[in-house]
């Protein structure tokens, strides 16, 4: 797979498709969208970077172990529910702030982090399996 | 995502209202604590030397989190928490009852003495392929599944454990691990998937997958809905996830495969939820289909415990002789639930924690004696007592207990059960008990002569040398032997303990007082 056309487009589709799951993300919580479906995005971005430039390549750019991204969504995703600790209201309440930024009234919410926390389980556990094959591809 | 900070509708027909006292956290808290610890160790999984110093910590404060429970569940009754303030049915109820909180406490005992045993039965390659995340996430599955007050959730809390006992099986990936792995995997797929089409069923009959729900719907539905066709089809799921005869056989292909602490905690524990879940679904929801259906269970029950026994006896490896005494104690739990009676139902309860501890510290045993005599071989295996006479009382122990013989904890629940079916003239499964212990008795005598008081084959009585244990597996093992010998000879608390959540399962008019307050007052 490693064709001079497919390896020159590969970086751009790879950094269109990670933005895009991003907004796909962010736009889950009224619309279509949302963590999981944002993260099998970013994870299938990864998967085409690592098919045509190497495993190695992706290992590098992702930095942590995917397994380690996993695990930190994870742990983000309960911790979204402990918020609600504080607030005396039962577990995993979604909890909403509205501050403003530059004059515009942003509602940020636990559910964000939660969702936050399930594209990152997703692309961890999704990429950390499509790069193993991969690996076990070129022996 | 614009932002509205004023609510749409008036949230108090959704919501509950209510602040949340901190004691109830107690019903969230152990299962969020074993997923937060599960995530930060798979963060650390390459640490292998911090891992253990932060699993074993963090499953003790479990063991303190759910006695806390279990306390509080003793002081002020059945607790519920609802899930994103969502009101009960439709969100997700946790109900933690007595049995829940008893159950809880006891597997939080023994995951861990698993944890303090992995200490020196894991190595690091197992601890890199994530033994303490596994750990932690398995011990999520099963406290999930014992608090949650929802069928659906139920079903989620199962497939956690299943997950998570999946990569505890394949540790290392040994060839000989992989094949007891897909045995074991695709049994419990078809069991799971049961459970699920069961669930399916359910909620197209009921509209409602809320266990407290159900409960009070299925006396008005008894009467048009196909109701027995439902409960035997859980039976069937949960009776192959307990490993009850005849859908036993998955139990011993798979459990002697895999690490010694990993088959120890799936003796203790795995089957565990399936009783578990028998008693939640068959005791407390369809007591009137459970009535039905008793002397089919009763049949399988007395088979169950003595085709276990008999398999336990024809083994030459004592994991899998191990493998067949724990399908035998299934047994002798089903016994209980077949009677259905508040004496039955309690000696299934006060037998099934006896055997979460008991099983658990057997297989402990047997790996620590493994490591001193170098062999699970029948035929190989002698000499233990002379290398370490602690570890062969230990295990003596172990084996009276087992087999249900004075003074260990073995024997309350056999004589609870017994008396329970002769009071309903069921003599032959009074006596199916008896001879199974009978036969128990036969077992680990055969195999505490043959392996312990055996000189090693080939070695005459001088020659042996005294051997020591590790800090590690002695605590361990020590402190699981020490709760069988307490329940042993002051069984009371116990007993009135499996007594009151016995009786919370035949009379569940407090579970659904605590999930519907306001509905139930009206």
Redesign the interface.
Known sequence: MRTVIFRSIAPYLTSLMVLFSVFVL??G??EPGGGFIGGLIAASALAIYGIACGVAPVRRAIYF?P??I???G??MA??A??LS?FA???????LWI?PQIFG????LSSVLVFDVGVYLVVVGAISSIALALEERDRD | ?????EPLADLSVAY?MD??PAAD?LV?APV?WC??L???L??L??RTDIQPLVAIPALGILVLMTFALLAHVIQNGTVT?????WLPPF?ISFTVDLLGAFFAATSALVALGAGIYGRSDVDDTGRRYGFY?FLLLIMAGILGAFMTGDIFNLYVWFEVLLISSFGLLVLGSERKQLDGAVKYAFLNLVATTLFLVATGYLYGLFGTLNMADITVKASELRGTAPLMTLVTLYLLAFAMKAAAFPVNFWLPASYHTPRLVVSALFAGLLTKVGIYALLRILGMLFPFEREELSFLIAIAAALTMILGVVGALAQNDIRRSLGFLVISGIGVMMAGLALGSPAGLSGAIFYAAHSMVVMTALYFATGIGARLGGSFELTSAGGLYARNAFLAAMTLILFLSVAGLPPFSGLWPKIMLVKASLDIGAWWLAGAILVTGLLTTITVGRIWVLAYWRPAPGEGPATMVPASLSAGATIALAGLVAVTIAAGVWPEPVMALAQDAARGLIDPSAYVLSVFPVEASQ
């Open positions: 962010l736009r919580h009224n172990h397994m380690a996993a695990a930190f994870l742990f309960a911790m529910g402990v600790v005396g209201v039962p577990y995993m309440s979604g509205y515009a009234e942003v509602a | 995502m614009a932002g509205k900070s509950t602040k949340v956290w969230a969020v997923i937060l599960g995530a930060i798979l963060m999984r390459k928490m609802t899930m994103g303030r969100g995340p």
